[in-house]
């Protein structure tokens, strides 16, 4: 090594509070993937913010810092960094110095919809200042850049990108348990996701009356009120081919990508969508909702429903699609879902992280 003074990037990734999350899981690919590194290849040295038990998860790799309630407070107590990369629009965390460069990532704007005016202005305030402090943004998809600039001022000189999620696949190899509940006299399609309004489940339900072949197991949290409107439904209309599952481990989760007849995502908001490429790796064939991204990720290889939801109509598209869908055109959805790759992403990020430690 010269005796350059070496740059600093630092990730933010206290949301390691949560691993289980969706942004816990991207947070904890990011260390796999900087262990996965020859670091000092690297024109710039890794500093980590992370709760204090992953204190040396990258080893000698990087730096640590710890997510402490008083450096919301008190950032300037946080050691000097040239980058900071906020892996998600809402962490709580910010640099101090303004010579820091500042990477924001956006993934959604789901509070817009979700929460009360009163709650929603509150978020809206939150990454708008984070937004007026970034250099540069990065979007997880087209859509949500779309939504970005909807949403939000953007500064006319604060450049914004799009770099697509990574994805973690599963190898070959890997482990897959059948959960218990599941039965396998018949062929079954699969979806999953929190038992949320957003996620439109009852529409598939609503479907499955059309479809007595085959039955429909549905993965995620679900103590919700849209479950229990589901599972009223179910009973009122003595619907016998539905299962709601709850939470399925990894595990679990693989099985039933491995061995459903298809995958249905009939969600009415996703800021990228990423069982639609989980299922399209597994090579199965996905039928998904039109609506926000999904039809920017499910490009030339999902099968869209009507915008309407109409059940009937809904069936017959399955069916088609099942009756039509080529071993050639499944090989050729898990070629483009493969193009997410982790190491994919995570190169555009270490491109961009260089980039903006020459200024």
């Not at 429909?216 to 479950?227: E, F, M, R, S």
Request: contains cysteine; aromatic residues 16%.
């Amino acid at each position: 090594m010269n005796n350059k003074i070496q740059k600093k990037v630092l990730l933010d990734l206290s949301v390691l509070k949560h691993p289980y999350c969706g942004l816990g899981q991207i947070a904890l690919n990011y260390v796999r993937l900087i262990n996965s590194l020859d670091t000092t290849r690297l024109p710039f040295r890794f500093v980590l913010l992370v709760p204090r038990k992953y204190y040396g998860c990258c080893g000698d790799k990087a730096d640590y810092v710890p997510r402490k309630r008083l450096y919301k407070f008190l950032p300037w107590l946080y050691p000097k960094v040239d980058v900071w990369h906020a892996i998600h629009q809402l962490s709580s965390f910010r640099p101090y110095s303004h010579d820091t460069r500042y990477l924001l990532t956006i993934h959604d704007f789901n509070f817009m919809y979700e929460k009360s005016k009163k709650v929603a202005d509150q978020y809206h305030r939150r990454v708008q200042a984070r937004i007026n402090r970034a250099d540069f943004i990065t979007c997880i998809s087209q859509f949500t850049e779309t939504e970005l600039h909807r949403w939000m001022t953007v500064p006319a000189d604060t450049p914004v990108r799009v770099i697509y999620n990574g994805v973690e696949f599963a190898s070959a190899e890997e482990m897959s348990y059948k959960p218990v509940q599941v039965s396998t006299d018949k062929p079954f399609f699969f979806s999953i996701g929190e038992i949320k309004e957003k996620k439109n489940f009852l529409a598939i339900v609503r479907m499955m009356q059309y479809m007595p072949d085959y039955h429909l197991y549905l993965a995620g949290k679900d103590n919700t009120p849209y479950a229990e409107q589901i599972r009223l439904y179910i009973k009122q209309n003595g619907i016998c081919n539905v299962t709601l599952l709850g939470i399925v481990s990894n595990e679990e989760r693989l099985w039933l990508y491995r061995y459903c007849a298809a995958f249905l995502f009939p969600s009415l908001f996703e800021g990228f969508g990423l069982p639609v490429i989980e299922a399209m790796a597994e090579l199965k064939p996905v039928f998904s909702s039109p609506f926000t991204s999904l039809k920017e990720i499910g490009g030339n290889y999902a099968f869209f429903f009507n915008e309407d939801f109409e059940p009937q109509q809904m069936a017959n598209t399955v069916k088609d699609g099942l009756c039509n869908v080529t071993k050639g055109h499944l090989k050729a959805q898990q070629k483009y879902a493969h193009s997410y790759q982790y190491n994919i992403h995570f190169n555009n990020y270490i491109k961009l992280y260089t980039q903006l430690c020459n200024g």
